[in-house]
């Protein structure tokens, strides 16, 4: 197993948040607010001693909620690369789903 750092991560939340048409950085400056302001629906990382997390951006003062588990690097890494297989994997079942002609079944 290869070392998981924490560019290889935020390498992937990126993808992900390119993924789902979001800002890939946290925070924006707002000139009509005339200060910073919190891009309402981007994935980021979070670490503390404890360990590591997906988070997401839930209001534009930058509170979060949990998208994960806390846990090492390896472990978020895996949860985030899923996540990104299972929004592949939705957009083919809908490509599939589309081209099904239900009047024939």
Request: aromatic share 12%; with cysteine; proline share 1%.
């Amino acid at each position: 197993m290869n070392r998981i750092s924490v560019n290889d991560i935020e390498r992937h939340i990126e993808i992900l948040n390119v993924m789902f048409k979001l800002h890939t950085e946290r925070w924006r400056f707002d000139k009509s607010e005339k200060r910073l302001v919190a891009n309402v629906g981007t994935f980021y990382l979070y670490h503390d001693l404890t360990g590591y997390r997906l988070e997401q951006v839930c209001n534009k003062h930058g509170g979060a909620s949990d998208r994960s588990p806390i846990g090492t690097k390896r472990e978020v890494y895996d949860y985030v690369r899923a996540m990104i297989q299972g929004v592949e994997l939705y957009k083919l079942y809908c490509i599939a789903l589309s081209e099904v002609n239900f009047s024939e079944l």
